[in-house]
């Protein structure tokens, strides 16, 4: 077991969920992720970094990794908002609401986030 300590100082291994391998993730091809009971999540890779939000656009019912990344850019598909990966904020019109995003941890080849049913966060 591998015990992190995040950023925003919570344990890494506090519900922490695998999600998919880190080897799937390539830059501008984000992952679909679906957990069961857990909402649809989109994984994305950014230079060395990875990163999760909810996979659905917030402005109406569209999966962002339908869409295009340019970056750490994310771009719906069906009316053309965009989002920052990294923030979740909303950084193109039609899109106002952010998205949520998620604790990421990598470990052992997996990309896993913390408490991804959660709405505390
Ligand atoms: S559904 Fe995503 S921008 Fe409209």
Request: proline share 0%.
């Given at each position: 077991m591998v015990h992190n300590t995040l950023p925003n100082g919570k344990s890494a291994t506090a519900n922490r969920t695998r999600l998919c391998k880190v080897d799937d993730v390539v830059e501008g091809n984000p992952v679909a992720v679906n957990v069961p009971g857990v909402q649809p999540l989109a994984a994305y890779r950014v230079g060395d970094e990875y990163f999760v939000t909810?996979?659905?656009?917030?402005?109406?019912?569209?999966?962002?990794?339908?869409g295009f990344q340019d970056g750490e850019m994310i771009e719906c598909e069906v009316h053309g908002g965009t989002f920052d990966i990294r923030t979740g904020s909303a950084t193109g019109f039609p899109c106002r609401t952010p998205l949520k995003t998620f604790d990421v941890v990598v470990a052992d080849g997996w990309i896993s986030v913390i408490s991804p049913d959660s709405d505390d966060q």
């Open positions: 909810d996979n659905v656009c917030t402005h109406a019912y569209s999966l962002l990794t339908d």
